[in-house]
């Protein structure tokens, strides 16, 4: 095994995706964990053992019952599939195993929740459009909308061993119908474009969601070969590098890595989704997480001709299941409006271009010369790929867990000196504080003056204070001293009263009010 | 100026070599400016842009697809171009590689394309041919007579001044509308 592949991916138990019954292709929980060919042994067996009213719905009867094979068999194909993982250890990228090995390493009860699954997916999308239909408050159209909808499905429905071309022609000659329809009834008139637009896209997510067990990956195609045949492919291809593709991907730059890996995850998450608007969606994400890993890398928003070898790079990496099976999906059965043109038209056919590009890959189209590329592909030699510094993947990531932690420590520790600097400070301003306080409190010492006695006037007369008094002024005297020598004796009460309120505080000079309050109490 | 990715009315297929000037007119195409230190802050990504046209009273939406240039794509690019309206094949005035290249992705539009896909000759980086060092190598007369042959229309811009760029993408949604208005005419 070369070391290349060994840095990418990890070893699996690869039994958990392989056929039930060792047949060496791959399972899928649909058909129970068999392929399809054993599948379809399987399910004749127990079609003759049980009465032909029960088969009608295939898998429905089939889901219900456990496997009527007797568990040695299983037994046999564990043994066998542990031989085979043992002698070939082939492998598969991460995100496709964690994706898969869930739904079949809990086979049985997993089996009876995908049924559940269609069937609440079924019934959300339902929902959504009864709910959208009711928004255009028109009842009659969406009346008209929703029976022609059933009718078609129960159409599909009845026809479900035609050829694929003629379910994609029927199809797409619904939309156009539909469209016709919409365009020409006078029950649909007064909507506006957007909300025509919105009635076409939900009739088309829910048609293909309800007919998706029918319409996907058909048993009348070869749609799962090929599957099978570009997974294969896939495969023996892992040794091509972003240099080989000429792919201006730096993995070891800034956050690189993390975006080919949610690009990874986005094509890898396109064949769980249903409708081709959500399967696009996937698509388109994908995408951009490519042109944001471009634009990190080479510093400049990337063009179409750096765009195809790194979206080659992420497929190659990502090895999306069933791979085919969705590019046909979509191709045979999405809006031919949505694909022909738009944004989601554009990576869709980009990644067309990928797959037929891989499909045909040779020496020439890596210009290398034709022993080098078959040496490779033998697993002979490795190519030498200059970025690589790290054997393997686990590597790679400890040692940027490392630098990381390393950064995260020169943070910690930054923080550590601000937070001690901080605490200085905070006792600096404490001390200081206090010096401050104690430099004021010396400046004005605190002085506590005798308290003030409410001076009884009519006790005044009869003491001797009254003869120290200066005599009564006379009414008739109009004059300057007269007039202010009265004024003067409730000043200085006023002003005395306020200086003893104040006492506490910082008087300027305690002495003056000294004098004046002395003024005032004799005794 | 970008638009939903449902809402487009015609798609238009850029095709030339690496390097032939495609990726700048797409650039231009999106953000109606050339920045010649390539530093585009506003967009990820420059290989596909839709941008809305007003041509009489019409309101249009194009769709611009730029490709993957390498001649080692070349066996896939049939796949870009189906279903388009017009291919904008590019080469640079200064080149004449490129012009060889261009007159093959010509020649593939016209045999593999769809029926009534428009051909558009474009020259690129017409700024270089005035300067030093960097001379004309394709005669103006020597394309135009190639494009009448191939009822082709030639234009030759530069996506750095910005000539001729607007007035091409202009043109296109003009014959578009137009040839719009014949198909119509021509079913009644």
Not at chain 1, 30 to 40: D, P
Not at chain 1, 81 to 98: A, D, H, L, N
Not at chain 1, 198 to 208: G, H, N, Q, T, V
Not at chain 1, 311 to 332: G, H, M
């Amino acid at each position: 095994m070369s070391r290349i592949t060994k840095s990418k991916t990890i070893k699996i138990d690869e039994s958990v995706l392989l056929c039930k019954n060792g047949c060496g292709f791959y399972g899928y929980p649909a058909w129970k964990g068999y392929c399809s060919k054993c599948w379809r042994e399987v399910f004749s067996k127990e079609s003759q053992q049980h009465d032909a009213a029960k088969q009608k719905r295939g898998v429905q009867p089939f889901g219900r019952r456990q496997s009527p094979q007797p568990a040695p068999v299983d037994a046999f194909s564990k043994f066998e599939e542990k031989k085979k993982v043992q002698s070939e250890k082939r492998k598969q990228t991460v995100r496709s195993i964690f994706k898969k090995s869930p739904q079949n390493t809990l086979q049985e009860p997993m089996a009876e929740k995908s049924v559940r699954k269609v069937s609440a997916e079924i019934q959300q999308i339902g929902e959504e459009f009864a709910d959208f239909l009711k928004s255009l408050r028109k009842p009659e159209a969406a009346l008209d909308a929703s029976k022609q909808l059933k009718y078609f499905i129960e159409k599909i429905q009845g026809m479900p061993d035609s050829p694929v071309e003629d379910l994609s022609e029927s199809v797409v000659n619904f939309y156009q119908s539909l469209s016709d329809r919409i365009h020409s009834k006078s029950i649909y008139k007064g909507l506006s474009q957007e909300s025509v637009d919105l009635l076409m896209d939900y009739a088309e997510k829910y048609l293909l969601i309800r007919l998706y067990r029918v319409l996907f990956c058909p048993l009348t195609t070869d749609d799962e070969d090929k599957d099978l045949a570009i997974q294969t492919r896939i495969r023996s291809l892992h040794w091509i590098n972003v240099h080989l593709l000429d792919a201006q991907i730096d993995e070891q730059q800034g956050n690189v890595a993390e975006l080919i890996e949610k690009a990874i995850t986005s094509i890898i998450e396109m064949d769980t989704m249903k409708a081709p608007q959500q399967k696009l969606e996937c698509i388109v994400r994908c995408s951009k997480s490519i042109f944001e890993c471009l634009r990190v890398s080479k510093g400049a928003p990337a063009s179409a001709d750096e765009f195809l070898p790194a979206l080659i790079y992420v497929v190659l990496k990502a090895n999306p299941p069933f791979l085919q099976s969705n590019i046909q999906f979509i191709t045979r059965f999405a809006n031919p409006n949505r694909l022909m043109s738009g944004e989601a038209g554009y990576y869709f056919t980009n990644l067309c271009c990928v797959v037929s590009f891989i499909e045909n890959l040779n020496a020439d189209s890596l210009s290398m010369p034709q022993d080098e590329f078959d040496r490779y592909m033998s697993g002979e030699a490795v190519p030498h790929d200059p970025t690589k510094q790290y054997s393997c993947e686990g590597l790679r990531l400890m040692h940027q867990n490392l630098s990381s932690l390393g950064e995260l420590r020169s943070q910690l520790e930054c923080l550590m000196a601000e937070a001690l600097q901080l605490q200085q400070d905070n006792v600096d301003f404490k001390e200081n504080f206090k010096r401050e306080i104690g430099a004021v409190m010396l400046r004005t010492p605190l002085v506590l003056k005798p308290r003030k006695v409410k001076v009884n006037i009519d006790e005044e007369e009869d003491s001797d204070v009254s003869s120290r008094l200066p005599p009564p002024l006379m009414p008739e005297v109009v004059g300057v001293g007269g007039i202010l020598s009265q004024p003067m004796i409730s000043c200085n009460t006023q002003s005395s009263d306020f200086n003893e309120s104040n006492n506490n505080g910082h008087s300027p000079d305690p002495v003056e009010f000294g004098e004046f309050s002395s003024h005032d109490n004799p005794l | 100026m970008m638009v939903g990715p449902d809402k487009v009315d015609l798609k238009v297929v850029l095709l030339g070599r690496e390097y032939s000037g495609k990726t700048a007119l797409a650039h231009r195409y999106l953000l109606q400016k050339f920045n010649p230190h390539m530093n585009y802050q506003t967009t990820v990504g420059a290989a596909y842009g839709a941008r809305k046209f007003e041509v009489d009273k019409q309101t249009i939406f194009m769709g611009l697809w730029d490709t993957a240039g390498s001649e080692r794509y070349e066996c896939m690019s049939h796949v870009y171009y189906h279903g388009a309206w017009a291919a904008l094949v590019c080469f640079e005035l200064i080149d004449r590689e490129s012009w060889l290249r261009a007159r093959h992705w010509a020649n593939e539009v016209m045999t593999r394309g769809d029926e009534g896909c428009k051909i558009y000759l474009i020259g690129t980086k017409a700024d270089l041919v005035t300067e030093p060092g960097t001379p004309r190598k394709i005669e103006y007369a020597t394309a135009k007579s190639y494009a009448d042959d191939i009822r082709a229309k030639y234009i030759e811009t530069s996506s750095k001044t910005g000539q001729n760029v607007e007035e091409m993408y202009c043109m296109i949604a003009e014959d578009y509308v137009a040839d719009m208005a014949k198909k119509t005419k021509g079913e009644n």
